[in-house]
């Protein structure tokens, strides 16, 4: 069974050595560290048997927040486990008086362009060359 929790610094010790190569290279352990001690952000694991899945933040201001960073594990992806965590991650923001949600997302970036759309997020921007040689999608969830 995979249950979501608040993160720890435990579970990124946990996932230190393999933060990289089995999940992504988006952010490398310290300042993932100094991400999770921050006041603002709140961060989720998908775990099954002490197996650490993947994991989502947001960071808030005031009633908006953004959406960190979700990530699933290359080995588990297309399960269902992308959709528990954004899940868990809008309840979160539900609790936390959050109204409106928002994201930045790589415009080649399919999968994670559909699992938005597919909880309802929409375009409202576009960053040229955020990404590098790469423009990036603004998104936007409101009424959670
Ligand atoms: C984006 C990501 C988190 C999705 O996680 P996942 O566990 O594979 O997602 P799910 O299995 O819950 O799939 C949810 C929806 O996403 C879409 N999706 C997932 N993988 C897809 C793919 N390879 N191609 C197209 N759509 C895809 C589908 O719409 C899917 O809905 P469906 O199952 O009803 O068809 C995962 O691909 C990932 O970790 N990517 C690398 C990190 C990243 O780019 N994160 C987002 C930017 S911060």
Known sequence: MIEVYKMSLNDLENI???LISD???FWNYSTFKEEL???NSYY??????????GFAGIKTVLDEADIMNI???K???KLGIGSLLLKNIIELCKNLNISTLFLEVNEKNTPAISLYKKFGFKNVGFRKNY???NNAIVMKKENL
């Open 16 to 18: 230190k050595e393999i």
């Open 23 to 25: 999940f992504d290279d």
């Open 37 to 39: 001690s921050n006041a």
């Open 44 to 53: 989720l694991v998908a775990k099954s048997d002490n197996e650490i899945l």
């Open 71 to 73: 990530v699933v594990k």
């Open 75 to 77: 080995s588990k992806r």
């Open 131 to 133: 990404y590098k040689e």
